[in-house]
């Protein structure tokens, strides 16, 4: 979602949904969604574009000075299990599963848009790019699994600029 849409407030109302959102699906799963993991949740939630997991295990341990990057590894592995985060390979850093909001499983096909020049990342879930790169996978005699497309370049914000 674009940067200037929401103002401050709303933000914070977003990240509340989320957080009960979150940790709705984790007890449907059977999961536990502890104080930790909802904190690295939450600091993913509140960065405005991807974020390291140093970045996060620097801010985590001004609330908890004993945290180890360990923690924060765990921590994050669960909430991508539980799709509530993705990992963008090409930043090394993570972001928040927007698809859940519009009502995907947390295994819906994710393509993500990177800006160069201001880091914004958007997530996209078009089934039909998915589909595309599927059969051109079949097509190489390989049986895709899954697939996450990072595509880099200019968000319209910068465009415009």
């Known amino acids: 979602m674009p940067h200037g849409d929401h103002h401050h407030g709303d933000h914070e109302t977003d990240r509340a949904a989320a957080l009960r959102e979150a940790e709705e699906g984790c007890l449907r799963r059977g999961a536990q969604l502890t104080p930790l993991r909802r904190r690295v949740l939450e600091m993913v939630l509140e960065a405005d574009q991807p974020v390291g997991a140093y970045a996060l295990l620097d801010r985590l341990r001004a609330e908890r000075p004993g945290a180890a990057p360990p923690t924060v590894y765990r921590a994050l592995d669960f909430l991508m299990a539980q799709g509530l985060i993705h990992r963008i390979e090409r930043l090394n850093a993570f972001i928040p599963c927007t698809g859940t909001a519009h009502g995907h499983d947390h295994d819906h096909p994710h393509q993500f848009l990177i ?16 589909a595309a790169v599927a059969a051109a996978a079949r097509a190489a005699g390989f049986s895709p699994a899954r697939a996450t497309v990072e595509v880099e370049g200019t968000c319209g914000d910068c465009a415009a600029a």
């Open 115 to 130: 800006c160069r020049n201001c880091g914004r990342t958007e997530e996209l879930s078009d089934d039909s790019v998915a």
